[in-house]
């Protein structure tokens, strides 16, 4: 009889541990689950937040290209930049993903170049010194290094949210463009 009674007190511990073992694993399986729910949450928002990055950019790029747009007669814009809104189609579905919106961009200091070598380079490249005899190169029209601050607000379309994003801008301007956009 003292063999029975020893295994049947041996049978209800291993139940307890048992049951004490499948408890701990369950905790650990809904733990690892949140865990990995909330890693591919986080994963989804930076990849959301990167498309409204690009989205920026893009809208960026295409203020910072028509910024100083040559007029139908070639000549240097002097129309100053305004705010405007782009729709951006980041995955090229057919549907807008952002909006974004793009504050007037503001000149924020422009320089005038200096020549430090004897010779200068105009707008587009063209260059020239003072031993250019008869290309009439030189001395060319002042230019100004100029940089640009160009602040957007990317708003998703489909959750409403938004991201800033600011960026800032290089352009060569003429005498004239740097009178009118940046001297004020």
């Not at 591919?40 to 028509?66: D, P, Y």
């Amino acid at each position: 009889m003292p063999s029975t009674f020893h295994r049947r007190r041996q049978g209800g511990a291993a139940l307890i541990v048992g049951l004490i073992m499948l408890v701990l694993i369950t905790l650990a399986v809904t733990a690892g689950f949140t865990l990995s729910n909330t890693n591919l949450k986080s994963v989804g928002n930076m990849q959301n937040r990167n498309e409204a990055v690009a989205a920026a950019n893009r809208a960026i790029e295409e203020v910072a290209a028509s910024l100083l747009l040559p007029g139908v007669d070639g000549s240097p814009s002097l129309a100053a930049p305004q705010r405007t809104v782009s729709t951006v189609d980041i995955n090229n579905d057919g549907t807008t993903d952002y909006t974004v919106e793009i504050a007037a961009p503001t000149c924020v200091r422009a320089t005038k170049t200096t020549d430090t070598g004897g010779s200068t380079t105009g707008i587009g490249g063209i260059g020239g010194n003072s031993s250019t005899a008869g290309s009439g190169l030189a001395s060319l029209p002042d230019q100004y290094n100029s940089v640009w601050d160009i602040s957007t607000t990317v708003i998703d379309d489909k959750t409403g949210t938004s991201t800033a994003v600011r960026q800032g801008v290089r352009a060569l301007l003429s005498k004239e463009q740097f009178e009118t956009l940046c001297s004020s």
